[in-house]
């Protein structure tokens, strides 16, 4: 990864895409599969809003596994605010440029700042279009964030380091036209 490279703008982006994606939530969706198979749209909510807040909080000088990937009780009606104000806390805590080459203690192990918040930009994005999948499947999402997730995910997680440790499946293909999103749920297992 680049050493000059600023994640914070896809980052926030991504957020601003997810904020934008739960004004289509209905209740009723809530208990519905996702392509993220271990989760219904709850507890992919949680899982999503949770890890933003990890991310947060290891930009506010915390230690990524002393704060669990979930939040607790949301409203069935308040989802689009917990991402407002999930956004506003991660905002705030990643706005120092310095924090970007300090070292941090994320979920995988140590790394800079840049590398460790190019990580949850994947996952916000991936997450998102698991999510658009359930209540908006028609969503137009940003496919430049998903080039640059994929660019990361690419990086961070090769095809052949796959295994119970990874908490991603094999690479499944895709069709040679697919669009970025559909190449990223690929890349990252997801069963199309």
Same mark, same amino acid.
């Given at each position: 990864?680049?050493?000059?490279?600023?994640?914070?703008?896809?980052?926030?982006?991504?957020?601003?895409?997810? &904020?934008?994606?739960? !004004?289509?939530?209905?209740?009723?969706?809530?208990?519905?599969? %996702?392509?993220?198979? &271990?989760?219904?749209?709850?507890?992919?909510?949680?899982? %999503?809003?949770?890890?933003?807040?990890?991310?947060?909080?290891?930009?506010? =000088? $915390?230690? =990524?596994?002393?704060?669990?990937?979930?939040?607790?009780?949301?409203?069935? !009606?308040?989802? %689009?605010?917990?991402?407002?104000?999930?956004?506003?806390?991660? %905002?705030?805590?990643? *706005?120092?440029?310095?924090?970007?080459?300090?070292?941090? +203690?994320?979920?995988? $192990?140590? *790394? !800079?700042?840049?590398?460790?918040?190019?990580?949850?930009?994947? &996952?916000?994005? !991936?997450?998102?279009?698991?999510?658009?999948?359930?209540?908006?499947?028609? *969503? &137009?999402?940003? +496919? +430049?964030?998903?080039?640059?997730?994929? $660019?990361?995910?690419?990086?961070?997680?090769? *095809?052949?380091?796959? =295994?119970?440790?990874?908490?991603? $499946?094999?690479?499944?293909?895709?069709?040679?036209?697919?669009?970025?999103?559909?190449?990223?749920? =690929?890349?990252?297992?997801?069963?199309?």
């Amino acid at each position: 990864m680049d050493a000059a490279f600023d994640p914070r703008p896809l980052f926030l982006r991504s957020l601003g895409q997810l &904020e934008k994606l739960l !004004t289509s939530l209905a209740p009723a969706h809530l208990e519905k599969p %996702t392509p993220c198979q &271990e989760y219904n749209l709850r507890m992919l909510l949680s899982h %999503t809003i949770g890890a933003i807040h990890r991310i947060a909080y290891i930009g506010e =000088g $915390g230690r =990524g596994m002393d704060l669990p990937a979930q939040v607790g009780e949301v409203a069935d !009606t308040d989802w %689009t605010g917990a991402a407002a104000r999930v956004r506003a806390r991660a %905002t705030a805590a990643w *706005a120092e440029d310095a924090k970007l080459d300090r070292e941090v +203690e994320v979920p995988w $192990g140590l *790394a !800079t700042g840049r590398i460790a918040l190019s990580g949850y930009v994947m &996952e916000t994005v !991936t997450h998102s279009w698991d999510i658009a999948q359930v209540i908006a499947p028609e *969503a &137009e999402l940003d +496919e +430049e964030l998903a080039l640059a997730a994929l $660019g990361i995910a690419q990086q961070v997680l090769p *095809a052949d380091r796959r =295994g119970p440790e990874v908490p991603f $499946g094999a690479v499944q293909p895709v069709p040679a036209d697919a669009d970025a999103y559909t190449r990223l749920a =690929g890349w990252l297992g997801r069963s199309l």
